[in-house]
T-cell receptor, first 112, second 117 residues
């Protein structure tokens, strides 16, 4: 089945630093989504991207939908301790299926 | 808006018993809900797609007779793990798509931790 390659797997940064993570796919998606999951909780939707080339911000978070439709990145600026968690990218198939394909996640640790 | 709840948040059951997990969309109607399973330190694995008023669509390798799904209303879907075994212990998460909106942006519940002893 389809797979998303999400990198890096983990990041250890200092508070105040910027963070960048990305997802790539061998196939096209028509929607990219970025979620954050805290331990023992469900994922929370951060940003949704609907068009190739789209750049969307949500506070300190910025995400872009790649022109090829096969990749997306998420940037977090001026990280704070509460940014700690696991970030997942997810793509929705172009065929119209509502199913999401998830990346394996990026675990972010922020040192105060 | 777009709040999804799950009940219970955690459950411990004995091997061989059945457990029912509820997923509710609190402030919107959801024609489609999804059930995922997540093992520690792993990503979410889609188990099945639940459509209101019709049979669920299961992903390959998921036993439909073991994981019974019922989507009886636009705000409630249930997952019943039948004859549970220790290997069924996992974190089960549901998500819902709001009716009338474009088919993107699923909202997730807080998850249910199932432990089978």
């Amino acid at each position: 089945g389809q797979q998303l390659n999400q990198s890096p797997q983990s990041m250890f940064i200092q508070e105040g630093e910027d963070v960048s993570m990305n997802c790539t796919s061998s196939s096209i998606f028509n929607t990219w989504l970025w979620y954050k999951q805290d331990p023992g909780e469900g994922p929370v939707l951060l940003i949704a991207l609907y068009k190739a080339g789209e750049l969307t911000s949500n506070g300190r978070l910025t995400a872009q939908f790649g022109i090829t439709r096969k990749d997306s990145f998420l940037n977090i600026s001026a990280s704070i301790p509460s940014d700690v968690g696991i970030y997942f990218c997810a793509g929705q198939n172009q065929g119209g299926s509502e199913k999401l394909v998830f990346g394996k996640g990026t675990k972010l640790t922020v040192n105060p | 808006g777009a709040v999804v709840s799950q009940h219970p948040s955690w459950v411990i059951c004995k091997s061989g018993t059945s457990v029912k997990i509820e997923c509710r969309s609190l402030d919107f109607q959801a024609t489609t809900m999804f059930w995922y399973r997540q093992f520690p330190k792993q990503s979410l694995m889609l188990m099945a797609t639940s459509n209101e008023g019709s049979k669920a669509t299961y992903e390959q390798g998921v036993e439909k007779d073991k994981f019974l799904i019922n989507h009886a209303s636009l705000t409630l879907s249930t997952l019943t793990v039948t004859s549970a075994h220790p290997e069924d212990s996992s974190f089960y998460i549901c998500s819902a798509r709001e009716w009338g909106t474009a088919p993107y942006g699923q909202y997730f519940g807080p998850g249910t931790r199932l432990t089978v002893t």
